[in-house]
């Protein structure tokens, strides 16, 4: 079974999106996603200062089974990356809420006003209940 942290806001892409700050969400995939994917062995991430928009591809990543884009669950701008997955990209397995997170983008505006369109915990529960 796929853990699933209360909080945190997703997408029906398998991001998970949580508040830094008022502007600034920090992003990742779910547990669901990187045990669908299987062992990650490559990520590719926008850099700081790119702009991502809601819904588009922001990246991929890249597992002994497949290659997949990563989907931006808000609109901003790039200003951090967890430059360690380009060393150690198996992190995303280990603690895709943790150590696994990707990317941190400030937002124009409120971040959890911004979030209030992703699924809740409960709601992504149910949608992965159905894709399992």
Do not use: C
């Given at each position: 079974?796929?853990v699933?942290?209360?909080?945190?806001?997703?997408?029906?892409e398998?991001?998970?999106?949580?508040?830094?700050?008022?502007?600034?969400?920090?992003?990742?995939?779910?547990?669901?996603?990187?045990?669908?994917l299987?062992?990650?062995?490559?990520?590719?991430?926008?850099?700081?200062g790119?702009?991502?928009?809601?819904?588009?591809p922001?990246?991929?990543?890249?597992?002994v089974?497949?290659?997949s884009?990563?989907?931006?669950?808000?609109?901003?701008?790039?200003?951090?990356?967890?430059?360690?997955?380009?060393?150690?990209?198996?992190?995303?397995?280990?603690?895709?809420?943790?150590?696994?997170?990707?990317?941190?983008?400030?937002?124009?505006?409120d971040?959890?006003?911004?979030l209030?369109?992703?699924?809740?915990?409960e709601?992504?529960?149910?949608?992965?209940?159905?894709?399992?």
């Amino acid at each position: 079974m796929s853990v699933i942290k209360p909080g945190l806001r997703y997408t029906e892409e398998h991001e998970w999106a949580e508040p830094a700050d008022s502007r600034i969400v920090r992003i990742g995939i779910t547990d669901f996603a990187q045990s669908q994917l299987g062992d990650i062995v490559f990520v590719e991430f926008p850099e700081v200062g790119d702009a991502v928009q809601t819904d588009q591809p922001m990246g991929t990543i890249e597992s002994v089974k497949t290659v997949s884009d990563l989907f931006s669950p808000v609109n901003g701008t790039v200003i951090k990356v967890n430059e360690a997955l380009l060393n150690s990209p198996e992190a995303v397995n280990e603690d895709p809420y943790g150590a696994g997170w990707m990317i941190e983008v400030e937002l124009e505006g409120d971040a959890a006003e911004a979030l209030t369109r992703l699924l809740t915990a409960e709601q992504y529960e149910s949608f992965t209940a159905s894709e399992g």
